[in-house]
Every structure is written in structure tokens, then in C-alpha cells.
């Protein structure tokens, strides 16, 4: 019998790419939206084989309902602590009282335990909720895939791969390897994780691992336009700017991704190091190259 699979945040960027990725294992999926999804969301999920609940995000009793039975419940929620911290503790608990024996959590980024509390407020948002995970009797696995590799490549001005100023910007160590993930190789790896049932707490992928020296090198390689290696500061230095950045803009705090938030995941690219030892766990997947991504950009 397909194994069930709940999803919570299915109607997510990231979310609807693992509702298909488990879908095409044959996964018996649940999808779970919140009152008021809206339609063009749920439109992208229903030419999937996945069934579509809409349910109260804020009554356990609801959501448990919804777990019942299902082998592993998928956290891909994204926000803030209202979020990360407080619907997905609801998450949690429904979980647990459908006795679900696993439980992945929304956290698809840099390998945060490494990284001291403050110097990141959203991989701060999930040590909080990892906290409260650890001490529940559930499994749970926690996929650390680095920054997606479309960090690289959707924007124009992200310090690291600045298409705007044709410049490759690092702090500290020109050399400092760092693994991306693209968002569709996260999905097919948590599908296969969401499926077994001996997956271990944590697991440490990387579709390519690049560093800012090697990327200026690709630049002028692969992309026949060089970008400049610049070094923008030590890590000292960008701790500091994170903080001034944040004092003078409180405002951020009440969203996702403001200015600070980005030095801060820049300071957490230069500063986790990232070993991506689990890419060949699941036999089949396959792993998309820093040189077929950029070509997908243009
Ligand atoms: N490593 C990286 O570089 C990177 C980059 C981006 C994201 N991520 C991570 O990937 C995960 C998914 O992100 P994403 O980009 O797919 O996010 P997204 O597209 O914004 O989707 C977020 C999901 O959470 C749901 N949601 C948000 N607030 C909610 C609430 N109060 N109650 C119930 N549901 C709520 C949304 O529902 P609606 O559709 O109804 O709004 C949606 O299903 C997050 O953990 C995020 O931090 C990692």
C-alpha cells in the first residue's frame, strides 16, 4: 500500500515541487492549505495526483485528523516566529497526536546548529522550534541543503554573484567552498527522505559546491564574462554591518527577508561549513550543475 505523506505548506514554492516529487514515487500525499489559499496556488496542485485539505492551521484537532495514518508529516512552512515557532509547534503536536512516527521540519538551509544564536534571526526562528522538536517523541529529519542554487541566479544583485556590478564579492576567504542546493533538487531528495524510514536526524546535501574564486573563474570560463573577485570585508567586519544594519532598521523584524536578513545569510555562507556527505543516500537522484543552472537563467 502507498505509504501517506502530509505536507504542510503545500501551496509553497518549495512545497508543491516535494508534493510532485512524492507523487511520482507513488506516495499517497496530502496536501494541507490554509483557510483563504489562494486559487492559483492550489491550481498548480491540483494537476498533481495529491489530495487537497484545506484546513484550520491553528486547531491541532483538525490537523491531526489529516495526519492520521500517515508515515511522515513535511513542514514546509515559510514566515516568521508566528510561523516557524508557533504554527508549526501546532504541526508538531498534531502529529504527535495522530502518532505519526516522523516529522521533517521547515528548515532546507545552512547547517544552523554550527552557527552561534544571534547572528541569524530566521535559522535562530528554527533552533527555537528545534528545540521543541528534539524534546517530542517523534523522528524527525532535518534536510540542510545550503542557500538554494537559485539564490545565484534569480536576483541581479546578490553580493556573491552580482550580475548588475559583473563582480564576484566574498568575505574573508576567496577560497571558502560553499554547497547550493536548486529548489527541485531539495524536493526529490525530501521526497526520498520523507519515504524512509531510517532516515537519520539530519542530512547534508549540495547539488554543486563552489567557491567565490572558482565562481569568478566560471564566470570567465564558462560564461565568457569575467566577473571581478572582490573582497568585500572580513567576517568581523559583516557581523558588525549586520548588526548596525539591523539596529537601524527595526522595521525588519516584521519581515522575511530585509536587507540585514540577507547580510546575515551571507555571514552564514562564510561561516558554516558545509559538508554535503548525503547526496548519494537515495540511488537515482540527479544532481544539477552550477553550469546547467545559470544556463536555465538565460
Ligand atoms: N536555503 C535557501 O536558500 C532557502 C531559500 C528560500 C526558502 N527556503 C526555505 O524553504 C522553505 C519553504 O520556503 P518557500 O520559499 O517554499 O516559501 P513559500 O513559497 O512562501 O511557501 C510558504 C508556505 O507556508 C505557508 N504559510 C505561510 N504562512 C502560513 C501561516 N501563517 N499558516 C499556514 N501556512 C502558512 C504558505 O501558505 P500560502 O500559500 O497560503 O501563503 C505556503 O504554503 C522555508 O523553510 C524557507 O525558509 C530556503
Not at 534536510?143 to 559583473?166: A, C, R, S, W
Not at 519515504?195 to 539530519?202: S, T, V
Request: aromatic letters at 8%.
Amino acid at each position: 500500500m502507498a505509504e501517506k505523506i502530509v505536507i504542510a505548506g503545500a501551496t509553497g514554492n518549495l512545497g508543491t515541487r516535494i508534493a510532485h516529487a512524492l507523487s511520482k514515487r507513488g506516495a499517497d500525499v496530502v496536501a494541507l492549505g490554509r483557510i483563504g489559499a489562494r486559487a492559483n496556488k492550489l491550481k498548480a496542485l491540483e494537476s498533481l495526483r495529491v489530495k487537497i485539505r484545506i484546513v484550520d492551521m491553528a486547531s491541532v484537532s483538525d490537523l491531526a485528523k489529516e495526519c492520521d495514518g500517515a508515515a511522515c508529516v513535511v513542514s514546509v512552512l515559510a514566515g516568521l516566529r508566528d510561523v516557524i515557532v508557533d504554527t508549526q509547534s501546532i504541526v508538531l503536536e498534531a502529529a504527535l497526536a495522530a502518532r505519526v512516527p516522523r516529522f521533517i521540519p521547515s528548515d532546507y538551509s545552512m547547517d544552523f546548529p554550527k552557527q552561534p544564536d544571534g547572528e541569524n534571526r530566521n535559522l535562530d526562528l528554527r533552533r527555537e522550534f528545534h528545540r521543541r522538536l528534539d524534546a517530542a517523541p517523534i523522528a524527525s529529519t532535518s534536510i540542510f541543503n545550503g542557500p538554494f542554487g537559485e539564490v545565484l541566479t534569480m536576483y541581479n544583485h546578490v553580493p556573491l554573484l552580482d550580475f548588475n556590478q559583473k563582480m564576484v564579492g566574498y568575505w574573508e576567504d576567496p577560497d571558502w567552498r560553499i554547497g547550493f542546493t536548486t529548489m527541485n533538487d531539495v524536493a526529490e531528495y525530501t521526497a526520498a527522505a520523507a519515504l524512509d524510514q531510517r532516515a537519520p536526524r539530519a542530512l547534508r546535501i549540495a547539488s554543486f559546491s563552489v567557491s567565490p574564486r572558482e565562481l569568478a573563474k566560471f564566470t570567465a570560463d564558462v560564461m565568457k564574462t569575467p566577473f571581478q573577485l572582490v573582497r568585500l570585508g572580513g567576517l568581523e567586519d559583516l557581523r558588525a554591518q549586520n548588526k548596525s544594519e539591523r539596529a537601524a532598521h527595526p522595521e525588519g523584524e516584521n519581515e522575511l527577508y530585509p536587507l540585514w536578513q540577507v547580510g546575515q545569510y551571507m555571514l552564514s555562507m562564510f561561516s558554516i561549513r558545509h559538508a554535503p556527505n548525503d547526496n548519494d543516500r537515495y540511488p537515482g537522484l540527479k544532481w544539477t550543475s552550477l553550469a546547467d543552472l545559470v544556463a536555465q537563467r538565460s
